[in-house]
């Protein structure tokens, strides 16, 4: 398959690169990480990478902007996105082929072509293994900005190493980009330090959050709390997994008031919940997950679900 991908790309003149709406470290380092390595590899080509800019993530990288007309007879790639309603922009559809490449299981298979590999930690490890492939048979070249958002990726997507998914393979994809010329330290602040202002949030999250006794954890941040705050929903993102410090802790979810809907975002130290996230049209991975609701009576029935999902475990 990632033969079948590299052939692909070398037949189009015009690459763009989408994402999932809500991005994360993954989202911009397997994207923009892929960005770099074409304009490397293929400096000829008009390759681009877009998508609404998320200002969390300028650390990492901006997004091209571009018009439909761009899309006529050029590739789409899409990256760590498991289905089209989560594809960042709806132009894609304009585009004359579409390779889907992610990590999430395939519910929606999408795309003229496509690999998902759901054993990867994060779709920039499948960049970084699509590199490999180039190198060894194409002569591919990776330049130590695309080495530094696919090792940013998958720092995100494995929780700094913590997570399960973090195989020895992603150790051995891990040690290889380190011998490439960036920051370590300097990225793993500007991933990870806090605002003060999310700091006092998370001393609230801390002290307000209720636990049942099977470790079943759930806290509500309305908007009078995101104002008393002064932190935006989506800077609440930082937050989701401070719970998971928490002992005896199962599973938790956090809701986040927009204006427009309940951002749900689960994590699990066990329970499989990406299905319960499926319930409201949501999704993500066995042990982290998101969905949206329209109304705190849903955010009732989710807590219920989920204390039923850990009473089992």
């Known amino acids: 398959m990632k033969r079948q991908i590299i052939d692909t790309i070398e037949q189009y003149e015009t690459i763009i690169i989408h994402r999932h709406v ?43 902007v571009i018009a439909p007309d761009d899309y006529k007879n050029a590739l789409v790639i899409v990256t760590d996105t498991g289905n089209t309603e989560r594809i960042d922009s709806e132009f894609y559809e304009k585009a004359d082929f579409l390779i889907k490449i992610d990590h999430h299981p395939n519910v929606d298979p999408y795309g003229d072509m496509r690999w998902v590999d759901t054993d990867a930690s994060s779709t920039s490890e499948m960049i970084y293994l699509l590199f490999k492939e180039g190198e060894e048979h194409y002569g591919w070249k990776m330049s130590d900005a695309c080495a530094r958002l696919l090792f940013a990726g998958i720092v995100g997507d494995t929780g700094r190493f913590l997570f399960p998914s973090a195989t020895v393979r992603t150790f051995e994809i891990a040690s290889g980009l380190i011998k490439y010329d960036f920051n370590r330290t300097k990225l793993f602040a500007e ?35 995101l104002k008393k705050f002064d932190v935006t929903a989506s800077e609440t993102s930082q ?75």
């Open 22 to 64: 809500r991005p994360d470290p993954d989202a911009y380092g397997s994207q923009v990480g892929m960005k770099e390595l074409l304009t490397t590899n293929y400096p000829e080509k008009k390759v681009y990478a877009v998508g609404t800019h998320d200002d969390m993530l300028t650390y990492l990288a901006t997004q091209d």
């Open 191 to 225: 991933m990870y330090e806090e605002d003060r202002r999310l700091l006092h949030l998370k001393g609230y999250i801390y002290q307000q959050f209720t636990i049942d006794e099977n470790g079943a954890a759930f806290i509500k941040i309305d908007k009078s709390i």
């Open 239 to 313: 937050l989701v997994g401070a719970l998971g410090d928490v002992k005896g802790i199962c599973a938790w979810v956090i809701f986040v008031e927009e204006d427009d809907q309940i951002r749900v975002r689960f994590r699990s130290k066990g329970p499989v919940i990406n299905q319960l996230a499926a319930e409201y049209d949501g999704g993500g991975h066995p042990l982290a997950s998101g969905a949206s609701i329209y109304s705190w009576e849903k955010s009732d029935e989710i807590i219920a679900k989920l204390k039923e999902l850990c009473a089992v475990k």
